[in-house]
């Protein structure tokens, strides 16, 4: 499975942007995806997953009732919709998909896309 996350960009405090994930590839099996972000000097951090069917999803503290994770089957392509952003968000966004989604293990990653938030 191939993994492109695209969407990232430059936006001012307050403001939103929407990050893709597109999936390719062996799509058939039934991936949990979730993002995760690195900002400069800072170790990876998890943001938020959603299991296949869309039923469960998890977000990590700091963006919860800020950031929304969905997901569209049809199209194998997940989405993290961020609104109120702060400077603190500023970082790479990564996605990644894995099969087992209680134990968080993931098995494939995407290539970044950098967010940039100005004060």
């Known amino acids: 499975v191939q993994l492109q996350a695209s969407g990232g960009g430059l936006v001012q405090a307050g403001g939103s942007l929407r990050l893709s994930c597109a999936a390719s590839g062996r799509t058939s099996s039934h991936y949990f995806l979730a993002w995760f972000r690195q900002a400069q000097g800072k170790g990876r951090e998890f943001v938020a997953a959603?299991?296949?069917?869309?039923?469960?999803?998890d977000y990590a503290d700091s963006v919860k009732g800020r950031f929304t994770i969905s997901r569209d089957n049809a199209k194998n392509t997940a989405f993290l919709q961020m609104n109120g952003l702060k400077p603190e968000d500023t970082a790479i966004y990564y996605c990644a998909a894995g099969l087992h989604y209680a134990l968080r293990e993931y098995d494939y990653w995407g290539q970044g896309t950098l967010v940039t938030v100005s004060s």
């Open positions: 959603i299991t296949w069917s869309g039923d469960l999803t």
